[in-house]
């Protein structure tokens, strides 16, 4: 597993605090009063911000999406685990040759009917495809990758699925990525 | 994410509805866009807004040079409330 290259001083402390804030918080999420629950989520205290200057022209860049909408393919990924109060910190690559249209959702919180309509609303393959044909960027990545963005578990997250993500992109030659969270 | 991805080499931009939020993770570069939770580019169908969104964020991409930068985008959202657990979303209240 590759290891993390951010800014990692946060972890520690967020898993401290972390395992008293879920025994409290896990009745208030299975009741579904989230403001209660997250008043005293540990969120992690970043005080610096990572940087990578842009050196190729997005003319001739290979862009690489990240949606935290939940999308996987029926049938031939697992769906994310909407039941857990922890929700999920895994992961779904999905090729650039997949079919948007045909992808579904796993994730109990937001409303799945505008991206069910249009998935370009939250994972924009098609309009990044029409750019790529105008020339405005060079093309897209093989691959793209899909997250649940419930999830309370930020160090796992953290220390996995995100230095994973950023591994296979690297050996894909991506030279920039766009995230959309949902 | 965004910050670990970055930390590889790999220059990044993400979409925000929710700007304090955003900050605390002090991403590299964001753009604002003020569109309801689930509809991150604006309205189901609406092509040319859709590809309008995507060129400015690209364009946010290219041009901020300083970390954390980020510019706030001028579309609104343009079709009925969407409806969350039997409330509508409206602005300042989207993510």
């Keep these: ?182 | 994410m965004q910050r670990e991805i970055e930390a590889w080499g790999i220059p990044t931009v993400s979409l925000s509805n929710n700007p304090g939020a955003t900050k605390r993770l002090h991403p590299p570069r964001w753009v604002h866009v003020r569109f309801p939770r689930g509809s991150m580019l604006g309205e189901p169908g609406n092509h040319d807004k859709q590809l309008a969104v995507l060129r400015d964020t690209l364009n946010a991409l290219r041009d901020i040079n300083t970390p954390g930068g980020t510019v706030a985008l001028p579309y609104r959202w343009e079709a009925a409330p969407v409806m969350w657990r039997g409330k509508p979303l409206v602005a300042g209240s989207y993510s």
């Design chain 1, 1 to 182: 597993m590759p290891s993390v290259k951010s800014d990692s001083r946060w972890l520690a402390g967020f898993r401290a605090r972390y395992g008293p804030w879920w025994t409290a918080a896990a009745p208030l999420i299975e009741k579904h009063d989230y403001a209660a629950a997250f008043k005293d989520y540990p969120w992690p205290a970043f005080t610096e911000t990572p940087w990578t200057p842009v050196v190729k022209p997005l003319a001739s860049s290979r862009i690489a999406v990240v949606t935290t909408g939940g999308l996987f393919r029926p049938g031939l990924d697992v769906p994310f685990d909407e039941k857990s109060g922890e929700g999920d910190w895994s992961f779904r690559p999905i090729p650039a040759g997949a079919p948007i249209q045909r992808l579904a959702i796993s994730h109990p919180h937001f409303a799945h009917e505008l991206a069910e309509a249009d998935m370009n609303t939250i994972f924009p393959l098609d309009r990044l495809r029409e750019l790529a044909a105008a020339g405005a960027i060079g093309g897209l990545a093989p691959t793209h990758y899909s997250v649940m963005g419930y999830c309370t578990r930020a160090a796992d997250l953290a220390e996995t699925t995100a230095p994973e993500i950023a591994a296979r992109m690297k050996a894909e030659g991506v030279d920039a990525a766009l995230l959309v969270p949902v």
